[in-house]
């Protein structure tokens, strides 16, 4: 098996990079596929994340931290590619870092995680730029803006979703809302799946996600 690659980039800090990694990791664990988080971010999110199951209920996927890696990122991740259906690159929150870029030059896909606000947005210019100039070197690098933290009746998400057209990158259509159960998950160190139908909306959005990732990618 060749592990198909997903790089989960915003330089804006808190965006839901670590939860859309860990929820889509699950996910896709769940459906009996070989899943490796890489924990590129040194503040280790996705490494705690993990290391908060309980012994009986371990995080579905594993996790290896790969942040000291930096700029070498790629070629850590190069030695993995064989032994996983998918590898999911958690970044940190940076567009000038060597690590997003070091991602997006291995990564069949960058998944921007986005919540719909001006602020937010302006801050994702910046890495519209990292992956437009990768794109350069790895021609076949997809990407997509998926909406988090969406409340999709509101003003502000209706316009924000108004100018994203112009913004270059494609919008998946599946989003994530503003639930407390995607906090849960990393306390717990699970996903949104263990925590039955009190969550089932937000598992229908991971499961949609899940679904419109494997699509784009070819799965
Ligand atoms: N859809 C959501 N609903 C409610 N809370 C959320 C949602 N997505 C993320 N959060 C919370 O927002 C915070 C930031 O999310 P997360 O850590 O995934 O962002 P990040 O982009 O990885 O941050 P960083 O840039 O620091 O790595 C966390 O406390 C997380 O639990
Ligand atoms: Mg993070």
């Not at 997003?100 to 001006?118: F, G, R």
């Not at 989003?175 to 159960?181: A, D, F, T």
């Not at 717990?188 to 229908?204: L, M």
Request: charged fraction near 20%.
């Amino acid at each position: 098996m060749t592990a198909k690659i997903i790089a989960v980039v915003n330089q804006k800090g808190g965006s839901g990079k670590t939860t859309i990694s860990m929820q889509l990791a699950g996910s896709l664990a769940r459906r009996e596929n070989k899943i490796l988080v890489v924990d590129a971010d040194p503040q280790g999110t996705a490494t705690r994340w993990a290391a908060s199951a309980e012994d009986e209920t371990p995080f579905p996927a594993s996790v290896v931290g790969l942040s000291a890696a930096n700029a070498k990122v790629h070629r850590e991740v190069k030695k993995f590619i064989d032994d996983y259906d998918c590898i999911i690159i958690d970044c940190p929150p940076a567009a000038d870092s060597p690590v997003p870029q070091s991602a997006l030059l291995i990564a069949d896909l960058a998944l921007v995680p986005l919540i719909p606000s001006p602020l937010d947005m302006w801050a994702a210019v910046g890495i519209r730029q990292v992956i437009v100039n990768v794109s350069i070197i790895n021609e076949s690098l997809q990407a997509r803006l998926v909406m988090n933290q969406c409340q999709p009746n509101t003003t502000l998400a209706q316009e924000s979703l108004e100018v994203l057209p112009e913004f270059g990158i494609e919008l998946t259509k599946s989003y994530l809302g503003h639930r407390q159960v995607y906090r849960q998950s990393a306390v717990f160190g699970q996903t949104v799946h263990n925590f039955g139908s009190k969550a089932s909306a937000a598992i229908e959005e991971i499961e949609s996600l899940t679904d419109e990732v494997l699509g784009i990618l070819h799965v």
